[in-house]
């Protein structure tokens, strides 16, 4: 293992990333270099594609006039999963490209091992279509179940189900990361990890390395970006074998922070389960002041009303993330608006955080299940744009969820949201 000045090893791959390390990058780049390539952001051309791609308006001559400005991060761009538009989600890889991509928030989402190590996966069972796990025998052969290939005769499709907690940290680092797909009629591990949709891509895909979170905070502290871990929700029964409480799992994240002297006002900790974010809230108040509570409910007159978000505002809650469609709807001109719900949460001062855009894939049809309750007022791919800005400027939210942030960076960049 090669030594850090600092005292700490983080190795990927080979890879220290720590500031001051004496190892390379591909022998090549050193950790400073890294550091300093990424200090600056370069957004490629989908941004402006984007904007070229809107309807007439005010709006788009205001984008348009941005082009080729002076750009900064922002934490109003915020990577999720890093950027797996195109890159092989949670690892350095995609991380790294959001940093490139004007992020100022990377989302680190937390699983654990069974070895009770924390990693970035964003479940606790997609290894078998994030990772080439199903092409490893010994390692195949641990997933709660194995890759059985399809039956093309009777027409059933493969089957896999690898969790991180089926092998252990070094297990899971000894993995590479891919696009998130599987081919359902595979009939060999090889053919199963193909399936990649195609409006993303495999261009970037022959390299993916795998980080546990410890690893995912130091790679954030050397890009300079700030940080949002998500507490995934298990899929085994908790207490796991007996004696690790949902409590202890949620402690634990916010401990490797504590651990790495990450200031509280750099991490927004989220997840899906209140009680997690309360459990934050009353237990480590100087991180749950900006613990995120990712409300998945689905929208019934209670769970938009005042009195339910006041509830939230109550308990301490602070800051609030629905997926997109729960925070807009149509007037009678078909126009965007905010929803009742954002209305409310906003009356309750409640802070919004949106998911997620470049999510969807081509925008023609309406966007499907992330823009349903706008779906008559999306019809091409630049009215991610016209979406964004009313997130913005109308609904009020501090930050958006993107998987190809550069196209939220623009927009923030833009309008000054830094």
């Not at 989908?46 to 006039?65: F, I, N, T, Y």
């Not at 092989?88 to 928030?105: D, K, N, Q």
């Not at 925070?327 to 309750?348: C, F, G, H, I, W």
């Not at 499907?368 to 009215?383: C, E, K, L, R």
Request: hydrophobic residues 40%; contains cysteine.
């Amino acid at each position: 293992m090669t030594a850090c000045r600092s005292g700490v090893a983080i190795l990927l791959a080979g890879l220290c990333v720590l500031p001051g390390c004496a190892t390379h990058i591909r022998d090549r780049d050193s950790v400073n270099d890294l550091s300093q390539r990424h200090a600056g952001v370069q957004l490629g051309p989908r941004p402006a594609w984007l904007v070229d791609d809107m309807d007439e308006g005010p709006l788009k001559e205001r984008l348009e006039r941005c082009e080729g400005k002076g750009l900064n991060r922002s934490d109003f761009s915020i990577g999720h999963r890093g950027a797996p538009l195109q890159f092989p989600e949670h690892t350095m890889e995609s991380y790294v490209a959001a940093a490139r991509m004007g992020a100022g928030i990377v989302e680190c989402d937390v699983a654990f091992t069974a070895d009770r190590e924390l990693v970035c996966r964003h479940a606790q069972n997609d290894l078998h279509t994030t990772t080439n796990i199903v092409t490893i025998p010994e390692l195949n052969a641990k997933c709660t179940q194995p890759f059985v290939p399809a039956d093309p005769a009777s027409g059933l499709p493969a089957k896999a189900e690898c969790r991180t907690s089926d092998i252990t940290l070094e297990e899971f680092k000894s993995l590479e990361g891919k696009m998130d797909a599987s081919n359902a009629m595979a009939t060999t591990p090889e053919e199963y990890v193909g399936g990649t949709a195609n409006w993303r891509t495999d261009l970037y895909a022959s390299r993916g390395r795998l980080l546990s979170h410890r690893e995912s905070i130091e790679l954030f502290k050397t890009l300079g970006v700030k940080m949002t871990p998500e507490l995934k929700t298990p899929v085994v029964d908790m207490p796991y074998e007996g004696d690790y409480t949902q409590q202890d799992y949620a402690r634990q994240m916010i401990q490797d922070y504590i651990d790495a002297d990450v200031t509280p006002r750099d991490v927004w900790p989220q997840s899906f389960l209140l009680d997690d974010v309360l459990f934050w809230v009353n237990e480590t108040p100087e991180f749950g002041r900006q613990a995120v509570f990712l409300d998945q409910e689905a929208i019934t007159p209670e769970t938009s009303s005042l009195a339910y978000m006041e509830s939230l505002k109550a308990q301490g809650v602070r800051i609030i993330a629905p997926a997109i469609w729960k925070l807009l709807t149509l007037n009678d001109q078909q126009e965007m608006v905010p929803s009742e719900y954002a209305r409310n949460a906003r009356a309750a001062g409640l802070d919004m955080i949106a998911w997620t855009v470049e999510r969807s894939g081509p925008l023609e049809e309406g966007g499907g299940w992330y823009y349903q309750s706008v779906t008559d007022a999306i019809n091409n791919d630049g009215d991610v744009m016209n979406v964004i800005d009313v997130l913005a400027r109308e609904v009020g939210v501090i930050g958006i969820f993107s998987d190809w942030p550069a196209t939220t960076s623009y927009y923030a960049n833009c309008m000054g949201i830094h």
